[in-house]
């Protein structure tokens, strides 16, 4: 396997496929990390991800658990809360934690270096050529290539792949700081119950400056804050400028300023994710505006999608067409994604008076009228087509079991086949899936029952990316994977 780009997309795929065993060559045009303020969001699946790699419990120390997002309207009061406070945690983790990209992804190095099977190759920059790549002076072969080589993918250029532009483009500053004390919020008079603007991403979208703040990991805060028209990209980030934008969020505590950027954000989605060998993942695949802060989680997702699918086939118990279904499982989720922020960008951004008075009136009625999402979780939609049975594609619930671990602590990596009986199936020893009967003394809470019951199903088979493969009869959730897993010529079923 070659990987080219070692941002945080490539270095997770670098440790699934290195953790499965397989050899691996990731190269990265630069040696050092980008240390330029980006992602400061993840959600839970992103932390299942983490967890199941082992890297969980080191990267908690650089993580901040959160309640999420809230947007305030022109008058400073809500007119959107999608947090977490109180709410219940189906999937084992908090819904929402912030952090700090650049030792995010030195720690996702850290990880892919545990495994001798993986070769970093820094500082050179990679073509490809054909089912060749060559870095530098070396020419490397392998069956798949993954480029994960950002926005501007000279991979995806090379290929000729285009990509759709969904038409959203604002510029935007971004001012990460170290601060020494509380963000001082002016007075929210409908804040929820339990919600506390310290542990929030809040959003204010007032069209005098719409403008986001967010609490970091330890004392960090990020600050966004959207140019006006006519204002110069270069101008905004003189310092006398960006003590007047962030001063008035901090009366006279002390801070000290990390970096400061303004980027462009962007809608676009590849039209072809995979070009023979070569599949594009991570921005090379999709840009989306960061206001639900998914963007990397989307290329995370990508990562983990196409990892356990390439397992498959490089160990021989799949078929190739096994991996045609990474577009058309991930496209629609991260369109889906997309399609949201870019709605919540166009209000955000909203720089009339009358208008946003208006879009306050219109999304307070919406949430008082229960339209509207719970939380951001409630944005990724299940796969509906793929390696999916019909009905299932969403993400499996990460309870406490047995002896008080987390689910996936305790089930091997790969899938998992958990039943209201043992079964026996040439499939499961076939592709090592981990099998466990829901009974009492396993499923101490309830909650894996609960789920088998609310689908009226005997078992629920999980992909290794803990998406459901499907709920029903385990036998025929196995004859169902065993199909649509073997191509003609590799029959899995004796
Ligand atoms: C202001 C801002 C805020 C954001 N907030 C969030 C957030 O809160 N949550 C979230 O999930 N996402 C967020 N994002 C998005 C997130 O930062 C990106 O989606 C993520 O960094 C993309 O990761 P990647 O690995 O696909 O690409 P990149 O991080 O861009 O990595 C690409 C890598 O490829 C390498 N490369 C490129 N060309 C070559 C070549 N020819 N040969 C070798 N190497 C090459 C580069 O050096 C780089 O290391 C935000 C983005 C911005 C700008």
Known sequence: MIIIGCGPVGATAANLLGQAGHAVAIVDQFTDVFTLPRAVHIDHEMMRLFQNLGLAESLLPHMRETQGHMHLGADGDVIRYMGSAGKPRPYGWANDYFFYQPELEAALRDGFRRFGNVEFIQGVRATVEGDEVIAGNRRLRARYIIACDGARSPTREGLGIELE???????????????????????????????????????????????????????????????????????????????????????????????????????????????????????????TPPFFGQGMCHGLRDAANLSFKLDLVLRGLAGDSVLDTYQPEREPQVRHVIGAAVAAGRYICELDPAKASERDETLRRRQREGQDIATAADLIAPYAQGLVAPGAGERFVQPRVADGRLLDDIMPRGFVLLSRRAVEHPLIGQLGIAQQVVDAAFDTTGALGDALDRHQAEAVLLRPDRYVYGWGTADHLLDLLSAQLAPQELRLHA
């Open 165 to 287: 532009d969904l038409l959203f483009e604002e510029a935007w500053l971004v001012v990460d700081a170290n601060v020494d004390g509380p963000i001082s919020f002016p007075a929210i008079p409908s804040l929820p119950a339990g919600a506390d603007p310290q542990q929030l991403s809040v959003m204010t979208c007032d069209p005098r400056r719409p403008a986001t703040i967010v609490p970091g990991r330890g004392a960090h805060r990020r600050w966004e804050f959207m140019l006006l028209p006519g204002e110069s990209e270069t101008a905004i980030v003189e310092p006398a400028s960006i003590e007047g934008l962030i001063g008035p969020w901090l009366q006279g505590c002390a801070y000290e300023i990390v970096r400061t950027a303004t980027y462009r954000f962007n809608a676009r989605v590849a039209k072809q994710w995979r070009q023979g060998p070569v599949f594009l993942a991570g921005d090379a695949a999709h840009q």
